[in-house]
Nanobody, 123 residues
């Protein structure tokens, strides 16, 4: 079974930092883009940041200069370092991965989502 498992969420004061991690496991042959999305209560899910296999990154304007996405390809893991957190960053954060998996009938592309980890920024 292939899956993404996230960790690192929690409660932090404004101006603080958190680091999220997301590890992919299972019969994964390769991973192209990995990313983080977030969804605040009553809002649609939105892109936070993505990173391609070669390291090219993309950020939402709202997090540029504060958040940094990185990945360890050997561990199939993506990270999100969040600094200078604001109350408006409060949301459930979801990991996403564009994978190719090995199945009983060969290889196929599969998009994975994590279960979500809650980040609350409040004093």
């Amino acid at each position: 079974q292939v899956q993404l498992v996230e960790s690192g969420g929690g409660l932090v004061q404004p101006g603080g930092s958190l680091r999220l991690s997301c590890a992919a496991s299972g019969s994964i042959f390769s991973i192209n883009t990995m990313g983080w999305y977030r969804q605040a209560p009553g809002e649609q899910r939105e892109l936070v940041a993505t990173i391609r296999n070669g390291g090219r990154t993309n950020y939402a304007d709202s997090v540029k200069g504060r958040f940094t996405i990185s990945r360890d390809n050997a561990k199939n893991t993506v990270y999100l370092q969040m600094n200078s957190l604001k109350p408006e960053d409060t949301a459930a954060y979801y990991c996403n991965a564009d994978t190719v998996i090995r199945g009983t009938q060969g290889y196929r592309r599969l998009e994975l989502w994590g279960q979500g980890t809650l980040v609350t920024v409040s004093s």
